[in-house]
């Protein structure tokens, strides 16, 4: 898998959440991560949001483009209700479409 970003879109990012794209790669080697499909955000493309650990949980907006690209739209620290339902919450299923990815 091969990430890329716009390069003028990763500096904002970093101005307004201090992460940097790079960073936000570490998120997807998590084993425990999980995502959803983020369905609000477009209408024209398939986008998913997903927490995983880089140094702390972040939550990573992207999109896969062809058969080996991820492309990161905005990266992020995560919210402490984000961090719960990461850690599994209540310890049953995960709320609001959240599912561990397979590894």
């Known amino acids: 898998m091969a990430f890329i970003w716009d390069p003028v879109k990763e500096a904002a990012n970093f101005r307004k959440h201090h992460i940097h794209f790079l960073t936000a790669e570490y ?14 955000s477009s209408i024209t493309e398939d986008r998913y949001q997903l927490i995983g650990m880089a140094h702390r949980a972040l939550v ?3 999109t896969e483009e062809g058969e080996d690209d991820t492309r990161i739209l905005s990266a992020r620290v995560a919210e402490p209700f984000e961090r ?13 479409g959240w599912e561990r990815v397979e590894p």
Not at 27 to 40: M, S
Not at 84 to 96: F, K, L
């Open 84 to 96: 719960r339902i990461y850690h599994g919450g209540t310890g049953t299923a995960y709320p609001y």
């Open 60 to 62: 990573v907006v992207y």
């Open 27 to 40: 998120a997807f080697d998590d084993p425990c991560r999980i995502r959803r499909r983020d369905d609000d």
